[in-house]
């Protein structure tokens, strides 16, 4: 029973987490990283804004899905 509870919080986090990933802006700042320009007052403040709240959540997430998918590994489940 525990077994089956854990894979289901397991698929709903890998269903989050892709989410997640696919909800964040892409890292490459063109032609405006090699001037400076990348670099405003919304890049200084990231981690206040929603682009910085899906870094945390994804690392958070991610964390998760390794401790559980090496819980669900275990033998005495």
């Given at each position: 029973?525990?077994?089956i509870?854990?894979?289901?919080?397991?698929v709903?986090?890998?269903?989050?987490?892709t989410?997640?990933?696919l909800?964040?802006?892409?890292?490459?700042?063109?032609?405006?990283?090699?001037?400076?320009a990348?670099?405003?007052y919304?890049?200084?403040?990231?981690?206040?804004?929603?682009e910085?709240?899906?870094?945390?959540f994804?690392?958070v997430?991610?964390?998760?899905?390794?401790v559980?998918?090496?819980?669900?590994?275990?033998?005495?489940?």
């Amino acid at each position: 029973m525990l077994r089956i509870i854990l894979t289901v919080i397991f698929v709903i986090l890998c269903i989050a987490m892709t989410v997640i990933v696919l909800m964040q802006e892409g890292k490459s700042a063109g032609l405006g990283a090699i001037s400076g320009a990348a670099e405003s007052y919304w890049g200084k403040h990231k981690g206040r804004s929603m682009e910085g709240n899906l870094e945390k959540f994804t690392r958070v997430s991610a964390i998760l899905i390794f401790v559980l998918a090496l819980v669900l590994n275990l033998k005495v489940l």
